[in-house]
């Protein structure tokens, strides 16, 4: 392992219903902000996008092309997660605790497991699968404490040619002595991680400060000196998730204005800076990741399982100061690795909160949305020409209630596909996730 497969790179064309933004519907009216082609031909070409429109414009330039007919199907970009820990796929659902319980009681001794190399690359392996047959394509992943983790994920990553951020788990303190580094040890680690890694394939590396409890101020901004050191590298951590996790973070840091406070001060709150949750966050706090154009991982399933709250979504939209917002599932806080339920808790989050999320926003969150938060922009998220071929292929009969749901055909109407796109959120799953393509290469786990 550890080479990618070597695969033909794959061209051909895809027929169904095209649907992507190119926008964001937050700010624009959805039929600005989404591209829709009700009877379209997706064409890939070396693993990228090549062209996209109407089949009956395509068919005959294309037709040298081997075509696969997904008619009836939506054909839309790979989901992306914002946030996600790979070593908690076996604890997911875990009872009865909210945050900082939860991470003594299940989390801290089921990451120790990921010392043992094996056993990290079998769970990579298992949950890559787990994504890909949700329909995920990027994920932006925390994995342990030990650099074997890391290792583990990004080889099985870069065996499926897949587009995969993550990091080694950066801890010196309020967790058991099996799980902690040091500020020289968790530098020295990530940095021969970085050397090795970021860059290689589509794989890019994140500095991973679990949290600012679990990190002293020197190992802050140890993590600050490796983002000055490497270009392009990402910052991942956790933010205002639960009451108290952020009134103990005030007790910690007693010298700083609070909880972004405490990262920005020590360096940690730049462009391609992704915070998870947010929950908790203040208006002064909004408008600091706003101005440094942070992004936010909102993770809906995790935000309701652990009670942690109910994410400002509006807020974050605002025109005045906006924040980027992806989805994120969360797992194992968060309750499944489906982007369509987390969607369909977002949606649920929402309406708490008396505001309607779009299905057309709901999809710019899991797909476009997501690679802003990521700085991907320019190669994942939309059907761009140029793009990488990361495709899904959504079946909106794919059960028989969906089939029930959604008798009526899709026609070039905007709002018949918003009809069947909504179905798709509320009632999805990875059942609905016909095929997934990775640099047109169609997965089979
Ligand atoms: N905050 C610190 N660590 C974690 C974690 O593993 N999961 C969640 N949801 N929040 C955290
Ligand atoms: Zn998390």
Redesign the pocket.
């Known amino acids: 392992m550890g080479q990618p497969s070597a695969a033909p790179v794959p061209s051909l064309a895809l027929r169904g219903t095209l649907l992507d933004c190119v926008a964001d519907p937050f700010f624009v009216p959805a039929a600005e902000a989404v591209r829709y082609v009700p009877d379209g031909l997706l064409v890939v070409e070396n693993g990228h996008i090549a062209a996209l429109g109407p089949f009956t414009d395509l068919q005959d330039p294309y037709a040298h092309l081997p075509l696969v007919d997904y008619s009836g199907h939506l054909i839309m970009p790979g989901f992306i997660d914002t946030h996600v820990?790979y070593p908690?796929t076996g604890m997911i659902a875990a009872y009865g605790a909210q945050?900082l319980e939860w991470?003594n009681q299940y989390?801290f001794p089921t990451e120790r497991q990921f010392q043992d190399p094996s056993h990290a690359r079998r769970i990579a392996d298992l949950f890559l699968d787990e994504l890909l047959k949700n329909g995920t394509t990027t994920a932006l992943v925390?994995a342990a404490v030990f650099p074997e983790s890391v290792e583990a994920f990004f080889e099985a990553a870069l065996a499926r040619n897949l587009r995969m951020i993550s990091g080694k788990v950066l801890m010196d303190r309020h967790a058991p002595d099996y799980l902690r580094d040091t500020p020289q040890t968790g530098y020295a680690q990530s940095k021969a991680l970085i050397e090795k890694w970021h860059g290689r394939g589509r794989l890019a590396y994140a500095v991973t400060p679990?949290?600012a409890a679990?990190s002293t101020e020197a190992q802050l901004k140890a993590a600050a000196q490796l983002l000055d050191e490497f270009p392009d590298l990402y910052l991942h951590t956790?933010l205002s998730?639960n009451v108290n996790?952020v009134a103990w973070i005030r007790e910690l840091f007693p010298q700083y204005d609070g909880y972004l406070d405490v990262y920005d001060q020590t360096g940690l709150v730049r462009e391609r800076s992704v915070f998870?949750?947010g929950v908790q966050i203040t208006e002064a706090e909004f408008r600091r990741l706003s101005e440094a154009k942070a992004a936010i991982s909102f993770?809906p399933t995790?935000n309701l399982f652990?009670g942690s709250g109910l994410f400002r979504l509006d807020r974050a939209k605002s025109a005045a100061s906006p924040v980027k917002v992806g989805l994120g599932t969360?797992v194992g806080?968060g309750t499944s690795f489906s982007l369509l339920q987390t969607a369909n808790e977002a949606y649920k989050v929402a309406q708490l909160r008396r505001q309607a999320l779009s299905p057309f926003q709901a999809l710019f969150l899991a797909t476009l949305g997501g690679a802003q938060a990521l700085c991907l922009e320019d190669k994942i998220g939309s059907f761009n020409p140029g793009n990488e071929a990361d495709i899904i292929v959504l079946n909106p009969r794919a059960t028989p209630l969906l089939a029930l749901r959604n008798q009526a055909p899709i026609t070039a109407d905007l709002a018949t596909v918003a009809d069947a796109l909504f179905s798709l959120l509320i009632m999805g799953d990875d059942r609905a996730v016909a095929a997934t393509y990775i640099l047109g290469q169609r997965f089979s786990p």
Do not use: K, M, W
């Open positions: 820990h908690q945050l991470l989390t925390f679990r949290f679990t956790h998730e996790e998870a949750h993770c995790s652990l969360d806080a």
